[in-house]
């Protein structure tokens, strides 16, 4: 398995980005997908988690500003990220839960 992560890039405070994790090649519609995040100095935390059947789950300090989906037939997830903040700051991963394997990170800037 392999996970490619798309989409990070610079934007102010109050913005939007859109992040994408496709696994080309592969069928990951029976695992729960998830992204997380590393922001400097900091360890790696789960941002959202949408289970094999559409269950989300998201961190407190993110919870209603993003949004996690998943298109099983494109094998990919995404999170739509609105309202940024400045503590967003991170480098964020896409994983499939069970493989063990991790995107490449895509790093997320928010300016003030």
């Known amino acids: 398995v392999q996970l490619q992560a798309s989409g990070g890039g610079l934007v102010q405070a109050g913005g939007s980005l859109r992040l994408s994790c496709v696994a080309p090649?592969?069928?990951?519609?029976?695992?729960?997908m998830a992204w997380y995040r590393r922001a400097p100095g900091k360890t790696r935390t789960l941002v959202a988690r949408i289970s094999s059947t559409g269950v989300r789950r998201y961190a407190a300090a993110v919870s209603g500003r993003f949004t996690i989906s998943r298109d099983n037939a494109k094998n990919s997830v995404d999170l739509q990220m609105t309202n940024l903040k400045p503590e967003d700051t991170a480098v964020y991963y896409c994983t499939a839960d069970g493989t063990g394997v991790w995107g490449q990170g895509t790093r997320v800037t928010v300016s003030s």
């Open positions: 090649g592969s069928t990951l519609t029976s695992n729960a």
